[in-house]
Structures are given as C-alpha cells and as structure tokens.
C-alpha cells in the first residue's frame, strides 16, 4: 500500500483492483455521483474506472487515490489529481469524492487540503482549479473556504461548471463533485 497523504482522521493511497467492490458501492449512490457524472456506475464501469486511475499514476506520477479512514481502514472515497483540458488549456483538476456516510464532518475539506497540499509540496504545482457544479452549495462553500475564487463558468461534458482558482499567489485548489 503507498499512501500518498495523510490527516488526523485520514489518510490517502494508491488504488488497486482490490478496491473496485468497496468504489463500486460508493459510486452506485445516485447521491454521490449526482454532481459528478449525473449518474450512478456500474461495478464495470468503476472498475474500467480504477484501471484508468492505475495507468495513470504510473504515467504521470499522480492520479486519484483511495480515501481511508485511519480509524476503521475502511475506502470511503477517492480524491486526487486529474489533467482536465478548460477551454484548450491543460489544468490540474484537485478532485474529490466521498461515501454519502462520510459528508457533514468536514472530512471533504480535509481531503481537499491534503491533496491540495501534496498539489503544491510534493509535485511543485503553482495552480491548481476547482471545478463545481453551480447547485452543489456544499462544494461551493468547501472551495470558498479554502480561499478559491470563480474565474468563470465552462460546459463541462453537457453540463456547466463554475471553475475556481486559489486567490493566492501559491495556490491549492479543489475539484468538488
């Protein structure tokens, strides 16, 4: 297991085949998926899902990663780093996505900092954006409070987005669902 990053109640690490069944119930929450991909997903689909996810961390050094309560082991999510193309240019996405069991205890805004901070401290990144759909108020209010700013709203694979982008000179940014 290469965990990537870690909190007090969390920590993140690589994804593997192991975790298709534990992502695959996540990501077949209506919920869950409803801000991200407007739809549940199949066991399949997540775990075409997580064979993209490896590829791409052993291509590019990062990727999304499993989010993991320190206290029980148990996957409650994925969260990471995507290459996203807005508008012709190539910008790092900080994405994020947790078990509905796991909203209201802050925790999307400690994995949001601790991929933010890996974003920034281990691989040098200068900025980082945010892409939130504009009826998800609670990612919208993580990214605010994380100091992000609206530069702008996009189409985003038929459906909008409002891209975010740290107010400071040494930005973290978030992708929230």
């Not at 119930?25 to 739809?39: C, F, H, K, L, N």
């Not at 791409?56 to 990062?62: M, S």
């Not at 805004?109 to 009826?135: M, N, Q």
């Not at 709203?153 to 987005?161: F, Q």
Request: glycine share 8%.
């Amino acid at each position: 297991m290469s965990v990537v990053a870690t909190t007090d109640r969390l920590f993140l690490r690589h994804l593997a085949p192991a975790d298709i069944d534990a992502l695959g119930v996540i990501q077949a929450d209506p919920e869950v998926m409803r801000y991200v991909s407007g739809r549940p997903l199949s066991r399949d689909e997540t775990a075409a899902q997580v064979d993209r996810i490896v590829a791409y961390q052993t291509a590019l050094g990062f990727s999304l990663w499993g989010v993991v309560d320190r206290a029980t082991d148990a996957l409650l999510g994925r969260a990471g780093l995507l290459v996203q193309i807005i508008d012709g240019v190539p910008e790092v996405e900080v994405a994020y996505l947790l078990a509905r069991a796991s909203w209201g205890r802050g925790l999307g805004t400690e994995v949001a900092e601790a991929v933010g901070r890996h974003a920034r401290e281990v691989i040098g990144l200068r900025r980082v954006v945010a892409l939130v759909h504009p009826a998800n108020v609670a990612s919208a209010r993580v990214v605010t409070k994380l100091g992000f700013a609206t530069e702008r709203r996009i189409e985003w694979h038929g459906e909008p987005r409002d891209v975010f982008a740290s107010a400071t000179a040494d930005p973290v940014g978030v992708c929230l669902p």
